[in-house]
């Protein structure tokens, strides 16, 4: 978030996700930029506001099974 009050905009904001793709496949949305496992999706400009939200949802299926109880985590960055 840009919180700074009277701040100028966060421009170029791009969000990259690093996705365990030895155990995933994307199903869903088709058209993502992902190289050597990194997606990179850009969101533009974010203006100043302590409530600014953008939804990106990732749909993906295992490519394997997996023992129960196994946690599976992501986290992503954003950068500007």
Do not use: M, W
């Amino acid at each position: 978030r840009n919180t700074v009050e009277g701040s100028p905009a966060a421009r170029n904001v791009v969000l990259n996700d690093t996705l365990d793709l030895e155990h995933f496949e994307v199903v869903s949305p088709k058209n993502l930029n992902i190289k050597k496992g990194v997606l990179t999706y850009p969101i533009g400009n974010v203006p100043y506001t302590d409530n600014y939200q953008k939804a990106l949802t990732l749909t993906v299926k295992l490519k394997k099974e997996i023992p129960n109880g196994t946690k599976v985590c992501n986290a992503a960055e954003l950068t500007s």
